[in-house]
């Protein structure tokens, strides 16, 4: 099987813990995991010419991930988040602004490579700026089957912002209280399966998951409700967790896999994340598999 041409468009950054700095960035962080999956995606980004976009560059080639599509700017510095991790099973997080992932510019390569994309996954976080959002917008009009990880971090969204994503997206992956903060905003927050079904129907889309932190997920694919208690582990902090299941799920679409397998294997693999610190430990598929038979998963009739 040929691999898919993957492109991660977005932020990448430094997340500051208590423990040291550590490179992060949810579009990163799933490129990291789609790569430790067998896959060879590309990350469109840019850093600053400074130490810290240095070692960024250093961090992913060391992870055997291109930056070719890396731009280096020299008015702004590389992106910088703190972490507070004092609840380990709901991450906060403050985000600086401006850096310089908020001014990617659209070049030549660049949008070559979008064109040429299979799957083209992104965020709003990284619309937060007008030059990374005129830039991200060009780019979805030209590239494949779209991928939106929603990803909200207060202040840094707007309502129209969001909607326009979810009717651009082929997909949709959030959280549970991204589902119903999105669901308030068209008065459908009800149970979780009207809000996604509202959604679905309201964007025309055919999937969307809503992951549940240690209660699992829920997958909505083409009309049809899937479901995985999750599994419980020991948790050192979520950080990447979402990008890891991310990652997980679309590389058991890839390989065709059915909704149920797809999803369990998903949450097995955000499951294992969460036991490490960080946000982009190895883990292998393996383990995930080995997690995977004690997950519970009930497809909708």
Request: charged share 25%.
């Amino acid at each position: 099987m040929n691999q898919p041409e993957i492109i991660c468009f977005g932020e990448m950054l430094w997340d500051i813990l208590p423990t040291g700095k550590q490179a992060g960035g949810a579009p990163m962080n799933v490129a990291v995991h789609l790569k430790n999956l067998g896959l060879s995606p590309r990350m469109v980004s840019r850093i600053g010419n400074d130490e810290l976009g240095k070692e960024l560059l250093a961090f992913l080639e060391e992870k055997g991930l291109s930056t070719d599509l890396i731009q280096t700017g020299e008015t702004h510095l590389t992106g910088v988040v703190k972490a507070n991790v004092s609840n380990r099973n709901e991450v906060t997080y403050k985000i600086l602004h401006p850096v310089a992932w908020d001014y990617i510019q659209p070049e030549t390569a660049m949008i070559e490579a979008a064109e040429k994309a299979d799957i083209f996954i992104f965020g709003s976080l990284c619309a937060r700026s007008k030059a990374t959002r005129e830039t991200l917008n060009h780019l979805l009009k030209k590239t494949g089957f779209k991928v939106f990880d929603v990803n909200l971090r207060a202040p840094f969204f707007q309502q129209d912002l969001v909607e326009y994503f979810l009717k651009e997206a082929d997909m949709v992956k959030m959280n549970e209280h991204e589902l119903a903060l999105i669901a308030e905003w068209n008065n459908e927050n009800t149970d979780q399966r009207s809000s996604m079904l509202a959604l679905a129907e309201r964007f025309e889309l055919n999937t969307i998951c809503v992951t549940r932190g240690g209660d699992g997920a829920i997958l909505l694919e083409k009309g049809h409700f899937y479901e995985s208690e999750g599994y419980k582990v020991e948790v050192k902090d979520t950080i990447g967790s979402g990008d890891a299941f991310l990652a997980a799920l679309l590389n058991a679409r890839i390989q065709k896999k059915d909704p149920e397998e797809s999803l369990s294997f998903a949450c097995a693999m955000g499951s294992l994340v969460a036991t490490y610190q960080g946000a982009t430990p190895t883990v292998s598929i393996a383990e995930a598999e080995s997690l995977r038979s004690r997950l519970v998963v009930n497809p909708d009739a």
